[in-house]
């Protein structure tokens, strides 16, 4: 056992505290990696706070994860020391259910491992990326490329694919119009990607405050969704509009502006169900859907993709202790685009 400084919760409602954490022993198949950045993830948040459940206290969480390999163990062959590498919302599923063998392991049928607040094979409780180290399946260890600086690369891994892998799966590309509902951590991830994948896009936000900021990442236009008139100028416009908001929507409205075999894609998760009024899915024989996160060969290939393009995050760079104060802003939306802790300051 290896026992690491780590940032933990230990109850919904008090502040984070500075502690640490145990790590198994290296086995065959497992990577040792010294943590560098993690990314805060509104899912930490939910999680930390008991907005999705159970909380097993005290708990680290943080599944942005990115750093560089001090040890592997002897049956090792996808990395080795002194790679830049990263984690991810998963560290382990099944591998032999149908999904897990599409490589789609995060929807795998009897449940991904998460990276924390998760029961692994050993019966404990992972722990996430809050931390100096982790020990984690080679498998599920993905290569960060040379060219995106770490703490750039770590909200890729939640954020970067969670975006990817529906604009990647409803082939967002050259002559397709796509929107993205809000300018967070997800939205300004979708943004970059789908104007690196070729196509027209559009970030509808309730406010015109981040215009600039959304054009420079590659919007060919911007709305304000509290203006009523953007629902009519946009009906029947969009092939794909990928939903990052976790909050009540006007399903109707949205729907309205998808053109024909249009799909609504949410990977914002609110609380309250979204009702939809079937009519509204008759018109353009509209589709809506689903994602969560992606698989690890898609995961590996946004890394790439997004190395390739010269895309990476928008981060602010906080101390392990500014977590509380980071997650106030968070909340507000005050954050452009994603806080990334700096791990060096928890050692
Ligand atoms: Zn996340
Ligand atoms: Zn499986």
Same mark, same amino acid.
């Given at each position: 056992m290896l026992?690491?400084?780590a940032v933990a919760a230990t109850s919904a409602t008090d502040p984070l505290v500075r502690t640490t954490v145990e790590r198994r022993d290296v086995g065959p198949r497992d990577v040792l990696i010294e943590i560098r950045y993690a990314g805060i993830c509104h899912s930490d948040i939910h999680t930390v706070r008991g907005e999705w459940g159970k909380v097993p206290?005290?708990?680290?969480?943080?599944?942005e994860i990115v750093g560089v390999v001090t040890e592997v163990g002897a049956s090792v062959t996808r990395h080795q020391t002194g790679d830049?590498?990263?984690?991810?919302?998963?560290?382990?599923?099944c591998r032999e259910c149908d999904n897990c063998k599409a490589g789609q392991e995060q929807y795998c049928l009897t449940g991904n491992t998460g990276t924390y607040a998760s029961?692994?094979? !050993?019966? =404990? #409780?992972?722990?996430?990326?809050?931390?100096?180290h982790v020990v984690v399946d080679e498998d599920f260890v993905l290569r960060v490329p040379e060219s995106i600086p770490y703490e750039k690369a770590a909200p890729l891994l939640c954020a970067?694919?969670?975006?990817y892998s529906p604009l990647s799966h409803w082939k967002a590309g050259p002559g397709t119009k796509v929107a993205v509902v809000g300018m967070g951590g997800l939205g300004h991830m979708a943004v970059k990607?789908?104007?690196?994948?070729?196509? !027209?896009? =559009? #970030?509808?936000s309730q406010t015109l405050s981040k215009k600039d900021d959304g054009l420079a990442f590659g919007a060919e236009s911007y709305y304000a969704t509290s203006d009523k008139e953007t629902f009519k100028t946009l009906a029947n416009t969009f092939d794909l509009i990928v939903n990052t908001v976790s909050a009540p929507i006007d399903m109707a409205a949205y729907l309205g502006m998808l053109r024909l075999d249009g799909t609504f894609v949410s990977v914002g998760a609110p609380p309250?169900?979204?009702?939809v009024q079937v009519f509204?899915?008759?018109?353009n024989r509209r589709s809506f859907a689903g994602s969560s996160i992606g698989g690890i060969a898609e995961t590996q290939e946004m890394l790439d993709f997004c190395a390739e393009r010269g895309i990476a995050s928008e981060v602010e760079v906080i101390t392990a202790d500014q977590v509380d104060e980071a997650y106030e802003r968070v909340l507000k939306s005050d954050v452009r685009y994603r806080f990334v802790i700096d791990i060096d300051t928890l050692r």
């Open positions: 026992t690491v400084n206290y005290p708990l680290t969480v943080g599944h830049r590498v990263g984690v991810g919302c998963m560290v382990n599923s029961v692994d094979r !050993d019966g =404990t #409780v992972t722990q996430g990326g809050y931390s100096t970067g694919i969670t975006t990607i789908a104007a690196a994948m070729g196509a !027209d896009v =559009t #970030v509808l309250e169900p979204l009702p509204s899915l008759f018109n």
